[in-house]
Nanobody
């Protein structure tokens, strides 16, 4: 399994940028697909971006495509979410998720979340 910790959230103006980090402390991070999700006040959790275990494929929601970039760090224990051209509607708690499928079972692990607030 993995133990995840997000960081990098904060308060920024619209049009600004932030880079979120999701760090694994177990050394098994490369065996997992990793995704970022977010949840705004009064709204359901939504998918933001994901990257496969190999890093060969990335996926983005329509709302962030072209503005956000998910990537794996050189140390392979960290996944980043680079967020550019931020909008007030991007305000949410952002969560890192690691997923691994073993036979019929899917294992999912979540970080504690980091707050992103974008002012108008």
């Amino acid at each position: 399994q993995v133990q995840l910790a997000e960081s990098g959230g904060g308060l920024v103006q619209a049009g600004g940028s932030l880079r979120l980090s999701c760090e694994d402390s177990t050394g098994t991070f490369t065996a997992y697909a990793v995704g970022w999700f977010r949840q705004a006040p009064g709204k359901e959790r939504e998918f933001v971006a994901a990257i496969t275990w190999s890093g060969d494929n990335t996926y983005y929601s329509d709302s962030v495509k072209g503005r956000f970039t998910i990537s794996r760090g050189n140390a392979e224990n960290t996944v980043y979410l680079q967020m550019n051209s931020l909008k007030p509607e991007d305000t949410a708690v952002y969560y890192c998720n690691a997923q691994r499928v073993v036979g019929p079972t899917s294992y999912n692990y979540w970080g504690q979340g980091t707050q992103v607030t974008v002012s108008s």
